[in-house]
């Protein structure tokens, strides 16, 4: 059942983020005739893009996959993980599955040339600069506690530590 419940989360949050919005917004023209002209292997931005969108999936896979395995819950807000997650990413910034969200937008905002990606993908990380220390935070100190008090005191919140943070290690960065 927790397959089920992830497998949705990821269709609703990462899947109108990512594919539902993008086509939208690229449905109104932009870039429609760029696209064609970037997409030759020949051209270096086209791999730069392609980079940072793999990159950036590659990032998200990995964080919802920590969320499914470790945590047992999924990256809804509805349907969070039991567990409070540090591994992997989580050991560097908190929140790398927004990382990965927003490079996979900018890498889609290169491929297509579009303006109107590359401002969704910073009103995108806007919107979740403002929701995660308003909204998710204090939901996680109350159901976290200390745990979470001794994260976010070690794990900055958006750019990462040079160097991995252990629970057992009491010392700030």
């Known amino acids: 059942m927790l397959i089920v419940r992830a497998l949705i989360s990821i269709a609703v949050l990462p899947g109108t983020v990512l594919v539902l919005v993008p086509a939208w917004l690229l449905s109104g023209g932009d870039s429609a005739e760029t696209a064609t002209s970037l997409w030759r292997a020949s051209d270096p931005l086209f791999w730069f893009a392609l980079l940072l969108l793999v990159a950036g999936l590659s990032l998200l896979v990995w964080t919802v996959s920590l969320f499914f395995r470790r945590g047992r819950g999924t990256l809804a807000p509805w349907d969070p993980p039991e567990h409070l997650v540090i591994a992997g990413p989580y050991r560097f910034v ?13 890498g889609e905002a290169l491929l297509f040339e579009s303006a109107s990606l590359a401002a969704w993908s910073l009103v995108f990380f806007a919107v979740n600069a403002l929701y995660f220390p308003l909204v998710e935070e204090p939901g996680l100190r109350r159901r976290f506690g200390e745990e979470y008090s001794q994260y976010c005191a070690n794990v900055p919140r958006w750019l990462p530590r040079l160097r991995p943070w252990l629970p057992s290690d009491r010392s700030a960065p």
């Open 94 to 106: 908190r929140n790398p599955m927004i990382t990965g969200v927003v490079t996979a937008l900018a």
